[in-house]
């Protein structure tokens, strides 16, 4: 294959980010993505998108565990087994990547969120911190990401409330958000019964509620580079579809019809990348090894390389390409793999006399409260780290998965038919969303067993919740069951989140880690501006550069952090060489 500038490995979110960023700047660019092109028409069209059984259930649109997946087992002492079910990740097989059915949840992650381990040591002193948990600076700060959180809103079409702009709390919005340079895009989304009474409750209880930031389109809008989007019409399929309205930002919706009339871009489907391939030094990558839909293994020769295949396939990528020093869990050094984290939730079910229409939603319509979430609150009396936000989210009451019923109702038959049809419309879940820390004990490696269709080993990911976690969610879910109570007339069940972990069901898709950022290399894989310290032309996205998790859902972060590279991306390529020394 003729050389290109740079090699983009998956083409959704992160990728369509970069490729729209360096091609603007000149730079030639191709993108391999291992699943199928896809596009609002026809794929996502709304006389056949909605429907469950299809995608939600049988997971039309994901990755297929048949053909790939990764290893699982809750600690070392345990064999792992290759996994049927990916509920807990989801991850997307198609251009967009899983941009295309995501929520759109779209959060910017605390200013102490990115300094956690010296934030927490001046507060609370070194010995809070757990002797096996590996927390880390980022190495880039809060102020220097929010232009670039600005941008990503902006061309996503974030809808929201601001709650502090340049310093000044605003009403209605989250008032422990960092500073934010201008409000959202677009006013937050219409609110449903719900969500009012979740804010009736709230506030009853003294907490200080605001809609969730939405990247569903609560108006007409058109976006920076003049992509046009349409309102959302709340259907309700938003969460595992693709949005059939133009009213979810995915790449397909914000940045592809303006990507696609370059010439200095293209783009291959069906192309499984297997390897990023080094020179003899191994201190430059020359481009990456894919295999196409006939099963030709093909080389793509590149001066640059970015990875931008989601979390755990990056990390994946890097361990088969011997990119980087494995981690060691026994000895806690080496860096692929290390400080693999997820996150942990939990639900307050709530049953009151109220009609509620839970089938008008979106996927990030939701009225939230921040009180416990990061260090918002002195964590010193309960003696863990972390927390979370706690919401209630309307997104849809779809017919298959989502319905509350009372603890006590029959599982099946008539009684459950019953049990159905007196709370479907009356019935709503109040849900926690909790950070999780990154341990020696978690972590991602190659399985040395189980192979995948090219031979080569499988993913090995090793990780339980650890009792720090597991108070924390407990402390939140009670706090959200206070909530649940100040509704008139409810009755409730709290269903704390209990170990150990099972991947199998679904509860939240963002798995983070194993190509961690950070200021030194014997902590991480990539440096502050995500460039590989062990190979300057490679670059790696998404996720897998959190060194732990934080409260929020990913993708504002996901996304300021691509932005923030890209700019470094452009100094790099003006004069190439590592961006920092150590
Ligand atoms: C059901 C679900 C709901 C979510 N909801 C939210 C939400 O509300 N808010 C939020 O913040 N985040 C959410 N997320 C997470 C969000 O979708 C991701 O953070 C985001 O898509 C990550 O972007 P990415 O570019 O890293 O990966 P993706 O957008 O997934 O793109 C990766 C691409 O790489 C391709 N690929 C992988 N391996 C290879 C290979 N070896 N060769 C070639 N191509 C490859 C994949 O097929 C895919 O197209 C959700 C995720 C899921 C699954
Ligand atoms: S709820 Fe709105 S954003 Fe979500 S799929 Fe429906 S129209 Fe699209």
């Known amino acids: 294959m003729p050389p290109v500038d740079v090699v983009l490995v998956g083409f959704g979110w992160t990728a369509s980010i970069i490729?729209?960023?360096?091609?603007?700047?000149?730079?030639?660019?191709?993108?391999?993505?291992?699943g199928a092109w896809r596009d609002t028409v026809p794929d996502f069209?709304?006389?056949?998108?909605?429907?469950?059984?299809?995608?939600?259930?049988?997971?039309?649109?994901?990755?297929?565990?048949?053909?790939?997946?990764?290893?699982?087992?809750?600690?070392?002492?345990?064999?792992?087994?290759?996994?049927?079910?990916?509920?807990?990740?989801?991850?997307?097989?198609?251009?967009?990547?899983?941009?295309?059915?995501?929520?759109?949840?779209?959060?910017?992650?605390?200013?102490?969120?990115?300094?956690?381990?010296?934030h927490t040591e001046q507060r609370y002193g070194k010995d809070f911190i757990p002797a096996d948990m590996n927390l880390q600076d980022w190495g880039v700060t809060y102020e220097e990401l929010e232009p670039h959180y600005d941008r990503f809103e902006y061309l996503c079409g974030v809808s929201g409330q601001a709650g502090n702009v340049g310093g000044q709390l605003v009403a209605g919005g989250n008032p422990f958000e960092g500073p934010r340079q201008r409000g959202y895009p677009l006013p937050p989304l219409e609110r449903s019964a719900s969500t009012v009474l979740f804010d009736k409750a709230a506030r009853e209880v003294g907490f200080k509620p605001f809609p969730c930031p939405a990247a569903n389109t609560s108006r007409p809008y058109r976006n920076p580079l003049g992509v046009q989007m349409g309102q959302c019409t709340y259907c309700g399929y938003c969460e595992w579809f693709g949005c059939g309205n133009y009213s979810k930002a995915s790449p397909q919706t914000t940045i592809l019809p303006v990507l696609l009339r370059k010439d200095n871009f293209h783009f291959r489907t069906h192309c499984n990348v297997?390897?990023?391939?080094?020179?003899?030094?191994?201190?430059?990558?020359?481009?990456?090894?894919?295999?196409?839909?006939?099963?030709n293994q093909i080389e793509q020769p590149a001066q640059m390389v970015v990875l931008c295949a989601f979390a755990q396939h990056n990390v994946h990528l890097l361990l088969l390409s011997k990119i980087g020093q494995p981690y060691d869990p026994v000895s806690n050094t080496g860096v692929v793999g290390r400080n693999y984290a997820y996150q942990i939730t939990s639900s307050v079910d709530v049953f009151q006399k109220e009609r509620l229409n839970p089938f008008m939603g979106a996927g990030a319509l939701g009225q939230a409260i921040d009180e416990f979430n990061g260090d918002n609150f002195d964590h010193g009396p309960h003696g863990f780290i972390g927390g979370g936000y706690i919401a209630l989210w309307n997104t849809g009451g779809r017919p298959i998965l989502q319905h509350h019923l009372p603890q006590n109702a029959p599982k099946w038959g008539a009684g459950w038919k019953k049990a159905m049809q007196e709370n479907y419309l009356t019935a709503c879940s109040i849900a926690t969303h909790g950070s999780v820390m990154s341990y020696r004990s978690s972590y991602l490696d190659l399985d040395p067993t189980w192979r995948d269709v090219y031979g080569?080993?499988?993913?090995?990911?090793?990780?339980?919740?650890?009792?720090?976690?597991?108070?924390?969610?407990?402390?939140?879910?009670?706090k959200a069951a206070q909530i649940g109570r100040a509704i008139p007339g409810a009755t409730i069940h709290e269903k704390k989140r209990q170990g150990p972990y099972s991947i199998v069901p679904y509860q939240t898709t963002h798995n983070t880690g194993g190509a961690v950022m950070g200021d030194d290399p014997k902590t991480s894989v990539v440096n502050r501006y995500l460039q590989s310290w062990d190979v300057p032309n490679l670059w790696v996205m998404g996720a897998s550069v959190f060194p732990q998790n934080a409260g929020y859902n990913p993708t504002g972060t996901v996304g300021a952090l691509t932005f923030w590279s890209a700019e470094a991306m452009k100094r790099y390529l003006k004069n190439p060489g590592p961006l920092v020394t150590v």
């Open 19 to 34: 490729a729209q960023e360096l091609t603007d700047a000149g730079v030639q660019v191709l993108a391999l993505e291992r």
């Open 45 to 118: 069209a709304t006389d056949h998108i909605q429907d469950e059984l299809r995608y939600a259930v049988r997971k039309q649109i994901f990755e297929s565990p048949e053909r790939e997946t990764l290893t699982f087992r809750n600690n070392a002492s345990q064999t792992a087994l290759p996994m049927r079910h990916l509920g807990s990740f989801l991850p997307a097989a198609g251009v967009g990547g899983a941009g295309v059915h995501w929520n759109g949840q779209c959060w910017r992650f605390l200013p102490q969120d990115f300094q956690i381990r010296t």
């Open 274 to 295: 297997t390897r990023v391939n080094t020179d003899s030094t191994g201190k430059r990558a020359t481009g990456v090894t894919y295999v196409d839909v006939d099963g």
């Open 456 to 478: 080569n080993p499988l993913l090995r990911l090793t990780f339980d919740f650890q009792p720090n976690e597991l108070t924390m969610s407990g402390f939140l879910t009670d």
